[in-house]
């Protein structure tokens, strides 16, 4: 018992040396112990630091390599013009395929015919929209088939997104042309680049009613596009 006592004095003595050579210092044991932990934390600091650095220059390469004219497919003057646009069309006619193919309208039975977008920058598509004309007010939509596909080369298929449609989708019950969401990529948004085009073709797989025209665009989020693809310099 007598040695607990002079134990706890002998530490209580000890407590309060430290303490007045802290005073000393004009510092106190609590700020001493910070900055023991400080003392610890400072080689992890420097690594973290080094990474830090190492990182830095990554993106500076990345950026130089951005900022580079020979490496910039579009403008700003480009960008800055089509930021506000909220729709594709999709109405171009791609001619010279043979075969089934057409290259005019109208679109007979068993024929059929290939649109692409005009070039511009890459975009992602929220929604497509296809309208339908059929000749003698035909309501056979079911026999328009129609497949999107996105590619480098308009003469060539490229690889197609999402499944085959049928016409009658595209439409309500009072017949109005009804968006409907653009497929989706391995779950992720899809993207048409800035050297791809969206194609659409249309298939009419029916024996009757020539498909007169068609209407086909995709829907754009003009203000969260512009948010990514911005000419200004302010952090995003």
Not at 172 to 187: H, S
Request: proline share 6%; charged share 20%.
């Amino acid at each position: 018992m007598n040695e607990g006592i002079i134990q706890m004095t002998s530490a209580e003595a000890d407590d309060e040396l430290h303490r007045r050579l802290c005073q000393g210092l004009r510092s106190t044991p609590e700020e001493q112990a910070l900055m023991a932990q400080c003392a610890r934390r400072v080689p992890r600091l420097e690594e973290s630091c080094q990474q830090l650095i190492a990182r830095c220059s990554a993106l500076e390469k990345l950026l130089d390599a951005v900022r580079c004219p020979a490496n910039m497919n579009i403008s700003p003057v480009t960008i800055d013009k089509i930021s506000k646009e909220t729709q594709v069309n999709v109405s171009e006619i791609v001619t010279g395929l043979g075969g089934d193919y057409v290259d005019a309208y109208p679109v007979p039975p068993k024929k059929r015919i290939r649109l692409i977008q005009r070039a511009r920058p890459g975009y992602s598509p929220k929604e497509i929209t296809i309208a339908l004309n059929l000749a003698n007010d035909g309501k056979n939509h079911l026999d328009i088939a129609v497949r999107l596909y996105v590619t480098t080369d308009p003469t060539d298929r490229g690889e197609q997104v999402g499944g085959e449609y049928r016409g009658f989708q595209f439409f309500n019950n009072d017949g109005i042309p009804t968006p409907q969401p653009f497929p989706t990529y391995k779950n992720m948004p899809m993207t048409v680049g800035t050297l791809e085009f969206l194609v659409i073709e249309i298939d009419h797989t029916g024996s009757s009613n020539n498909l007169v025209s068609a209407f086909a665009a995709a829907s754009v989020n003009a203000q969260g596009w512009f948010a990514a693809c911005g000419t200004d310099t302010g952090c995003r």
